[in-house]
């Protein structure tokens, strides 16, 4: 059975600061997608990034970055001087099914507040 | 991309009712997928619905209660019968619109049950 933890369920910042959001998995696939959403307050569900299993590289996008170690089992999200528009609640996910993303498991959240 | 959209945005309904939630989608997929949020929780994965066969329930949900239609490529329906207050939650349909693991969610239904 795959299992996601988001241990930190509130986070809450000062503009500028920089967050790390943590994300560990349990699969007993070795083929898998980690996936990370924001949940903004409007509650809909914006998708971030895909990571396959395959594909430990690091990946930066403008101030986000995630960092993914098997070794670990650690999927991690960091965001670069944080705004007050990255408040929301982020969810790590989880699918063993490779060509069907859609079937996903769901860590419980992390909500961010970002404070000006 | 995908674009996806479900009606109705948000409802409140009486106990013992039935609610229909439409969820449309911009382009064919073959996989259409119902999730629930409830109130401060997180997703929870309803069922599949694949077109032209019968929708495949995770543990814990059942046809009786969640039937699912899926029509065409482009359409499916969720319906939450013989509500009840615990039935309060976000209804999500989601897809992998481009086939590559992107997994796409319609903006969801707010569902209240009195």
């Known amino acids: 059975a795959q299992k996601v933890t988001q241990a930190q369920t509130e986070i809450s910042v000062v503009e500028k600061e920089d967050v790390t959001l943590d994300c560990v998995y349990e699969?007993?696939?070795?083929?898998?997608?980690l996936f990370w959403y924001k949940q903004p307050p409007s509650g809909e569900l914006v998708f971030l990034i895909r990571?396959?299993?395959?594909?430990?590289q690091n990946e930066i996008s403008g101030r986000y970055s995630w960092n993914f170690q098997k070794s670990t089992s650690s999927f991690n999200f960091t965001i670069t001087a944080s705004q007050v528009v990255d408040s929301a609640v982020y969810f790590c996910a989880l699918s063993e099914e490779y060509t069907n993303a859609g079937k996903s498991t769901f860590g419980d959240g992390t909500t961010l507040t970002v404070k000006p | 991309s995908a674009v996806i959209s479900q009606k109705p945005s948000r409802d409140i309904c009486q106990r013992g009712t039935s609610l229909t939630i439409q969820c449309q989608v911009d382009?064919?997929?073959?996989?259409m997928f119902w999730y629930r949020q409830q109130p401060g929780q997180s997703l929870t994965l309803i069922a599949t619905?694949?077109?032209?066969?019968?929708?495949?329930?995770e543990s814990g949900f059942v046809i009786d209660k969640f039937p699912i239609s899926r029509p065409n490529l482009t359409f499916s329906t969720l319906t939450v019968s013989n509500m009840s207050p615990e039935d309060s939650s976000i209804y999500l349909c989601s897809v992998d619109g481009t086939g590559r693991g992107e997994q796409f969610f319609g903006p969801g239904t707010r569902l209240t049950v009195l």
């Open positions: 619905a694949n077109q032209g066969s019968e929708a495949t329930y």
């Open positions: 382009s064919q997929v073959t996989m």
């Open positions: 990571r396959n299993s395959f594909d430990e």
């Open positions: 699969t007993r696939d070795t083929t898998y997608y």
